[in-house]
């Protein structure tokens, strides 16, 4: 888990890890910028062929493990930093190509020894905690290493292909339709490219309002289905998939999505079909709060709240 914005002095803003399922941590690494302070982490990723083998990025640098994120070496790529958002190729042969984000997109096929910078100005800001990008608002072809997709600008959709050498060509793919009765742009943006196993590649993609799906990449804006609607609250945040989902939409959908928004966490099991809302887990965003003295008794809260399903 990477962590940032920390009020404690000093701020323990790093990477933390979890051998025991998530019920206790350690904090791992972290990036001490030139002024002694210690930076905000943005995006983590592991290598799906070989988990032993991760990155992550900050403000200053990018971090690179062998040991399945135990130990942590920095990398310090080019410039213009910085480099909040990171991503992880693999091709049929050869080891994964790394990618970091930030105002341009770095890449590197030699564990973060050397980069390339792309000049293209991707101007990306930090991630948000509340409107803005999403740590995974960059992410790889999963065939296909030297393809990258970058979501941004509440709907903005590209696709950057790199050559054997020289600058990536981007194109601007059709983005999910825009403005559903009820939603703003309240969340973040992100987008996964997902394959299961024998099946049609997805994209899921979030414009800051809702969450689409799409076979393949979009032709059109009508390549998109809505996942999210129904009592699943919008303003999403991110989003993680079994490596065996499948869409409802696709053929025989399996595995497991969960979506993070304003409401909390949502679960489906039959490809976004229907979902479930997380047992025990809110999210309250409290705007104001008044107290009641009563006499010879307890006090009276009354708590006032945004959109929340509070």
Not at 88 to 112: C, I, M, V
Not at 185 to 197: E, I, K, N, Q
Not at 207 to 213: G, I, L, N, Q, S
């Amino acid at each position: 888990a990477t962590t940032g914005r920390d009020s404690r002095v000093p701020a323990k803003n790093g990477i933390y890890r979890s051998t025991d399922g998530a019920r206790t941590w350690a904090l791992v690494h972290q990036f001490q910028r030139a002024n002694g302070a210690f930076a905000t982490v943005g995006g983590v990723a592991f290598d799906q062929v070989s988990p032993s083998f991760a990155v992550a990025g900050s403000q200053e640098a990018v971090a690179v493990s062998i040991d399945g994120g135990a130990k942590w070496t920095n990398r310090t790529p080019p410039a213009p930093g910085p480099y909040w958002y990171v991503a992880l190729g693999r091709g049929p042969t050869g080891g994964p190509t790394l990618y970091a984000a930030g105002a341009r997109l770095l890449r590197s096929t030699n564990l973060g020894a050397t980069w390339t910078v792309d000049p293209f100005d991707l101007a990306l800001g930090s991630p948000a905690d509340g409107l803005g990008s999403c740590v995974q608002t960059l992410c790889v072809h999963p065939d296909h290493p030297a393809v990258v997709y970058v979501s941004r600008n509440a709907g903005e959709f590209l696709r950057a292909t790199f050559p054997a050498s020289g600058a990536a060509t981007w194109v601007s793919l059709p983005a999910p339709p825009v403005g559903a009765p009820g939603t703003t742009a309240s969340g973040t943006d992100y987008v996964l490219a997902h394959r299961p196993r024998g099946g049609p590649l997805h994209f899921i993609f979030s414009d800051r309002r809702t969450v689409h799906v799409c076979l393949g990449e979009p032709s059109s804006v009508g390549s998109w289905t809505r996942i999210d609607g129904g009592d699943v609250h919008v303003d999403p945040h991110g989003i993680a998939v079994t490596t065996n989902f499948r869409w409802s939409g696709a053929d025989r959908p399996t595995g497991r999505i969960v979506m993070v928004n304003d409401g909390g966490a949502v679960t489906s099991t039959d490809g976004a079909a229907s979902w479930t809302f997380a047992a025990g887990l809110a999210t309250l965003g409290l705007v104001n709060v008044a107290v009641q003295p009563r006499r010879g008794q307890p006090p009276a809260l009354t708590i006032q709240m945004g959109d929340n399903n509070g």
